[in-house]
């Protein structure tokens, strides 16, 4: 008995030394690009982001003073190679002291895109004959095809990358102990994303002058990145100022895991999705009820 758990102990030794080394040996640039990479090429995985706006009505002429997105759910390399998504959705907006909230999911399979409305004020549209029920939207969303997953790779091993690297410190994220690194991005690896994001439009429904204003807003902004020991990425955050209405905008993206759902398949029995084509803003006007294509 005390040889087998000696045999056990010195195996876990051998891994433990070998990590360390291996971490040891690179560069955080290396680290940072092998996460990167093999972030782009994971096969599948468990994703949770945040994306909070808040703007300054006065200045913004918006009524919302703050917009908030959070999303929980599993991605996944789906058949025809491009990037199959399975999500729980809460939005959350306030505005005058009120606050709004939307909750639902989306699933996108194959490039086809489905929505499920669970809650959602009434001030915008009437869901009382879908709640619940997954709808089939008309467009194709080509998400991450294989072809951009090539280019995003290329770019994430370009040695020019980054301007500066800085560590900030060692932090637990999600159970894993990570190394907290900080960077900007060069000017020629920012040229590269404006490029391949600006791909990402397409049949998406993005509007493409829209995207590239948005990744150009981020040249020369810090970005903060947690890295485990085996170069995984763990978390993702960053914090800027929209050119275009002045918001403060902020990003924080955790990957709990790189392994999702077995298959992430169409909703059964999906209806078609047929939006209205303007739904009321203002309080004290009827509700546009959301027809269903049969």
Same mark, same amino acid.
């Given at each position: 008995?005390?040889?087998?758990?000696?045999?056990?102990?010195?195996?876990?030794?051998?891994?433990?030394?070998?990590?360390?080394?291996?971490?040891?040996?690179?560069?955080?640039?290396?680290?940072?690009?092998?996460?990167?990479?093999?972030?782009?090429?994971?096969?599948?995985?468990?994703?949770?982001? &945040?994306?909070? &706006?808040?703007?300054?009505?006065?200045?913004?002429?918006?009524?919302?003073?703050?917009?908030?997105?959070?999303?929980?759910?599993?991605?996944?390399?789906?058949?025809?190679?491009?990037?199959?998504?399975?999500?729980?959705?809460?939005?959350?907006?306030?505005?005058?002291?009120?606050?709004?909230?939307?909750?639902?999911?989306?699933?996108?399979?194959?490039?086809?895109?489905?929505?499920?409305?669970?809650?959602?004020?009434?001030?915008?549209?009437?869901?009382?004959?879908?709640?619940?029920?997954?709808?089939?939207?008309?467009?194709?969303?080509?998400?991450?095809?294989?072809?951009?997953?090539?280019?995003?790779?290329? &770019?994430?091993?370009?040695?020019?990358?980054? &301007?500066?690297?800085?560590?900030?410190?060692?932090?637990?994220?999600?159970?894993?102990?990570?190394?907290?690194?900080?960077?900007?991005?060069?000017?020629?690896?920012?040229?590269?994303?404006?490029?391949?994001?600006?791909?990402?439009?397409?049949?998406?429904?993005?509007?493409?002058?829209?995207?590239?204003?948005?990744?150009?807003?981020?040249?020369?902004?810090?970005?903060?990145?947690?890295?485990?020991?085996?170069?995984?990425?763990?978390?993702?955050?960053?914090?800027?100022?929209?050119?275009?209405?002045?918001?403060?905008?902020?990003?924080?993206?955790?990957?709990?895991?790189?392994?999702?759902?077995?298959?992430?398949?169409?909703?059964?029995?999906?209806?078609?999705?047929?939006?209205?084509?303007?739904?009321?803003?203002?309080?004290?006007?009827?509700?546009?009820?959301?027809?269903?294509?049969?």
């Amino acid at each position: 008995m005390k040889k087998i758990l000696s045999v056990v102990v010195a195996v876990v030794v051998i891994i433990a030394c070998a990590v360390f080394l291996y971490t040891k040996r690179l560069t955080p640039e290396e680290r940072l690009q092998t996460a990167f990479v093999d972030l782009v090429n994971a096969p599948s995985g468990h994703m949770q982001a &945040t994306i909070t &706006t808040n703007t300054d009505p006065v200045a913004s002429a918006s009524t919302l003073s703050e917009f908030k997105i959070e999303t929980d759910g599993n991605f996944q390399k789906g058949a025809v190679g491009n990037l199959d998504v399975d999500s729980n959705v809460v939005v959350t907006g306030s505005m005058t002291g009120a606050s709004v909230v939307g909750k639902g999911a989306i699933r996108i399979v194959d490039g086809k895109l489905f929505y499920k409305f669970d809650e959602l004020p009434e001030i915008l549209a009437d869901i009382s004959t879908i709640r619940g029920k997954w709808l089939a939207g008309s467009g194709v969303v080509d998400l991450l095809s294989d072809t951009t997953r090539a280019n995003m790779a290329v &770019t994430f091993k370009n040695p020019q990358l980054f &301007t500066s690297i800085k560590k900030i410190g060692n932090e637990k994220i999600g159970g894993f102990n990570t190394t907290h690194f900080q960077t900007v991005f060069s000017a020629s690896g920012y040229a590269s994303f404006v490029e391949e994001f600006s791909k990402l439009s397409g049949n998406a429904g993005v509007n493409k002058v829209d995207l590239e204003n948005s990744v150009k807003a981020l040249n020369n902004v810090p970005f903060n990145f947690w890295i485990d020991s085996r170069n995984k990425l763990r978390k993702v955050a960053v914090a800027y100022v929209n050119p275009q209405n002045k918001a403060n905008v902020s990003i924080k993206i955790l990957l709990t895991n790189y392994i999702g759902k077995d298959k992430i398949a169409d909703p059964a029995l999906a209806e078609q999705i047929v939006m209205p084509t303007a739904a009321p803003v203002a309080s004290g006007v009827t509700p546009v009820a959301i027809p269903i294509k049969k």
